[in-house]
């Protein structure tokens, strides 16, 4: 790797010198600042790593197999390292084999032969410092780069990189032993508030759409070491005076999300690299906790421009818990600090919802009437009569002006998204849904887990075909209706207990049990607070059904008491390859199957459980619904585009019949 020139601050020179994609170049502040780019789609992914080098013991090589794997899948641009780089006192020298024994040949991964920006840990300090900060370990492998505090400019993210150890007070007046190396940090006071205010002007000019600080020690934690006080009282008011989204540490050997009760700040820990400390947890101040993890693993870290997906796993590659944060364009940083969802404005209008529900506003007509389209388990590049379904559902979105296209899951064949880049989402989307009636947002509530579920969820996709919004759970409200729509898939216990030969990507899910007790807590409140006239909830299984499927018992005895409580008019699905209408004798609630959109399941029906059956047809098609204030019409079509089945609804205002 070329030598790096440092610019002298009194010079008008900026010298930029590239490597790996990496420039350095000058800044107004001391900071040095490094261009990272981001993918050529405008997206940004990472791992974060912490308290590793342990020349591949206590699983720290276990670990770097995992982070290969999800290295690959995810095609990172670089890897963060939170310090604690080289156990149990740094390294000896520039020559000390333990930088080739406990990095170089470790992180062998293909995936991992990117940029490692790195710094410092109280481990570190404890051994020679400098030879870390060394340009000569650069020339042993290429992809090291530790300094003490810098800046990465990855376009739509800057991370600001901070040397904590110093601010620790402790390390100065009782070392307990160790020897630490402060070459280079001179009076502690004078180099820690250079070092703040060189901090906050640098995120204070900071333009990017995410900012992230890195340090050693943690702010917030729960771990063995806890908070570090000196953090809280000096880093922590600074990070929230300047809009800072994710604070990213090690020290503590474990991972955790704590939410910031203060401001939007999100507080993680990955210090998991190699030796953890099982069962050592403080149980006091766990305010904002959101999940803790006592044994081996890392972080991976997706960004957009709008979202972002922060995810942990174990050293065995499981995925233990996820964050899923969007930036919302015209509030941008200023939510209230109880929500750590934030929205994104695409196409529509984002509100933020009491719940942890996003919303999205869809306006009616200016009668205020609402007609839409309900089609479900298409995607099949214009196979198995897709391309024929699609023609009509263009012909009667015309006739009836439809206002957006509801898709009920089971979006792509056989095994969804493979990337965001999949040309299967153009040749089984965009390609064949193409009548001008059509031209509407499509909201997909449910994707499909045995592929890429972080494709189809992608706001990149809408890049490529605008109509496209695929979301797990979200409430779509058009005036006088509001449909909820709510990802079943994770209900269903078969999936994770009996998957067969089939992968499911669970990432954003798991712990399972905590997602799905938030779902509905979540669904429960905002049906509660809902003032719309017709109540929809949308999920991809059924909760009543004598198709291939039938019914989803898990549903039925965990979903089905929410909707009959709440007064909920109809339940929307697809799965079963089929058209159906089925009514509730205990309810109102009606169930309607869409599941037509290519290949169908003829013969394929329970004919032993048809109480409230009121049509089934086991062939191709789609749905309709026109509503206004006092009535519903759902319509059923065939292949064809013939009328098969349909009724009314009715209600007075605001009173469910």
């Known amino acids: 790797m070329a030598d790096f020139i440092f610019k002298n601050k009194s010079m008008a020179l900026v010298l930029v010198i590239c490597s790996f994609g990496l420039c350095l170049v000058s800044t107004n502040a001391e900071l040095q600042r490094f261009e990272q780019p981001a993918k050529t789609e405008g997206t940004l992914s990472f791992l974060v790593l912490g308290d590793w080098g342990r020349k591949g013991a206590f699983n720290q090589s276990e670990v770097a197999v995992q ?24 390294l000896t020298g520039k020559q000390d084999r333990a930088f080739v024994e406990s990095f170089t040949q470790i992180y062998t991964a293909n995936s991992l032969q990117k940029q490692w920006y790195s710094v410092l840990g109280n481990h570190d300090y404890r051994g020679n410092a400098e030879a870390q900060l060394s340009r000569q370990l650069r020339k042993i492998d290429s992809r090291w780069l530790c300094l003490r505090s810098f800046i990465v400019n990855a376009e739509l993210a800057e991370i600001f990189f901070v040397d904590t150890t110093p601010f620790v007070k ?44 890195v ?53 993680l820990t990955s210090g998991a690299g190699s030796k953890a400390w099982r069962g050592d947890i403080k149980e006091q101040n766990r305010d904002g906790l959101k999940f803790f993890y006592d044994g081996q693993g890392f972080m991976s870290v997706q960004l957009t421009q709008n979202e972002a997906e922060i995810a942990f796993y174990d050293v065995s590659g499981n995925l233990k818990s996820s964050l899923f944060q969007d930036i919302m364009a015209s509030f941008s940083h200023h939510f209230s600090s109880m ?37 479900g388990d298409w995607g099949r590049k214009g196979d198995y009569n897709q391309s024929n379904v699609a023609f009509q559902m263009g012909r009667i979105g015309e006739e009836l002006s439809i206002d957006f296209v509801v898709s009920t899951g089971d979006n792509f064949y056989e095994d969804g998204l493979r990337g965001i880049k999949d040309p299967v989402f153009e040749k089984s989307f965009s390609k064949i849904y193409t009548a001008k009636s059509l031209q509407k947002q499509w909201y997909s509530g449910n994707h499909d887990y045995r592929g890429n579920v972080k494709a189809q969820l992608s706001p990149s996709l809408r890049s490529i075909d605008s109509r496209w919004i695929c979301l797990r759970s979200f409430i779509l409200n058009a005036e006088i209706v509001e449909l909820f729509f709510i990802d079943t898939t994770p209900f269903v216990d078969k999936y994770f207990l009996k998957p067969k030969h089939h992968h499911y990507d669970w990432r954003g899910v798991m712990p399972r049990q905590h997602y799905l007790s938030n779902l509905l807590k979540d669904l429960e409140s905002a049906l509660q607070d809902s003032n719309a ?16 499927h039938g019914e989803t018992k898990e549903l039925k005895k965990q979903l089905l008491p929410l909707l009959a409580a709440n007064n909920v008019d109809m339940y929307i699905n697809g799965h079963d390859h089929c058209l159906e209408h089925i009514t509730s004798n205990t309810s109102q609630v009606q169930f309607l199957t869409s599941g037509g959109g290519s290949k169908a399941w003829k013969g394929d029906i329970d004919r032993l459980n048809k109480g409230g059956v009121k049509f089934f047809y086991d062939g191709q098609g789609f749905m309709s619904l026109e509503l206004r204030q006092t009535d519903v019409k759902i319509v059923f079509y065939d292949v064809f585009g013939k009328v098969l089945h349909n009724f009314n609804l009715f209600k007075q205002l605001n009173t469910a019949i």
Not at 174 to 203: F, M, V
Not at 230 to 236: A, I, M, N, T, Y
Not at 533 to 545: L, T
């Open 67 to 90: 982070m290969g794997r999800v290295g690959e899948k995810m095609d990172i641009d670089f890897v963060v390292s939170t310090g604690d780089n080289f156990y149990d006192n740094g």
């Open 339 to 375: 929500s750590i969802v934030w929205m994104a404005c695409f196409h529509v209008n984002v509100l933020c919802a009491l719940s942890d529900l996003r919303r999205i506003d869809q306006p009616a007509k200016e009668d205020g009437s609402v007609s839409f389209l309900v089609v």
């Open 215 to 267: 340090g050693h020690h943690a702010i917030r934690s729960i771990g063995h070491h806890g908070d570090t006080e000196e953090l809280v009282r000096r880093l922590h008011p600074i990070l929230k005076a300047n809009n800072v989204d994710f604070y990213m540490n090690g020290h503590d050997h474990c991972l955790e999300h704590i939410s910031d009760t203060e401001s939007p700040i999100q507080f």
């Open 170 to 213: 402790s390390y100065f007046t009782d070392a307990e032993g160790h020897t630490y190396d402060w070459r280079g940090i001179g009076s502690p006071r004078d180099y820690i508030a250079n070092l703040l205010k060189d901090l906050k002007l640098a995120l204070s000019e900071s333009k990017a759409k995410w900012k992230i600080v």
């Open 533 to 548: 006239n017709w109540k929809i909830v949308v999920g991809h299984h059924p909760i009543r059904s004598i198709g291939h």
